[in-house]
Structures are given as C-alpha cells and as structure tokens.
C-alpha cells in the first residue's frame, strides 16, 4: 500500500474512495513509567517514550492501511498523524488519510 502525505501522486489518476483511518492507545508498564519520572529530573531523552510512540504509529499505520484494502484502495493520500493524552502515560495515536483507487 502506497501512502504518502500529499494530495496527489505524480502520473496518478485517483477515485477517491474515502477517509481510511487506524488508531491504537499505548502505555508503557509502570516500572518504566517511574524511571521516565526520574529522568525528568537530570533531563534528556525518555527513549521508553519514544519507543511507545514509534510503536504506536506503527500499529495504527497498519490499521489504517487495513482499512483501506478493505476498501479496495491502492493508496492512500494526504495521510497524517493525529495523538491525544488518554490519561497519565498512555496516549492515543490515530494515523488518517484518503484511501484512492489509480484510475486511467
């Protein structure tokens, strides 16, 4: 599946089928949690964090993308990334876009 963050793909006709969107809410365990915690007092890189993040694009690319397939979509088009705090240490990451079909 072809995803890409513009409007248009170069030397693409496309029918557009519809919005296709996928989304998961990741949290890490609590032991990691308070290391974060910690961490937020000497400063720097809470990599457990971006671990969890990087992991939860994933998932939620890959729902999307299922999605679209369902919907019988080559592509996806203008494809962006939406997160929101659910509660303290877990968030939820959507992945959105317009699912299109190559047309001659």
Same mark, same amino acid.
């Given at each position: ?5 513009? =409007?248009?793909?170069?030397?693409? +006709? ?14 890490? +365990? ?17 990599? +457990?964090? +971006? ?17 679209? =397939? ?21 968030? =939820? ?12």
């Amino acid at each position: 599946m072809l995803i890409v963050t513009s =409007e248009t793909i170069t030397g693409k +006709n496309l029918e557009m089928l519809g919005v296709v969107k996928g989304s998961t809410i990741q949290t890490v +365990n609590a032991i990691k949690d308070l290391g974060a915690s910690l961490k937020t007092i000497v400063g720097g890189e809470l990599s +457990n964090y +971006n671990e969890m993040m990087g992991k939860a694009r994933d998932i939620a690319t890959e729902r999307m993308a299922a999605e679209a =397939e369902k919907l019988g979509a080559d592509a996806i088009v203008c494809m962006r990334y939406a997160t929101s705090a659910i509660m303290q240490s877990a968030a =939820e990451v959507m992945a959105y876009g317009t699912a299109v079909k190559f047309i001659s």
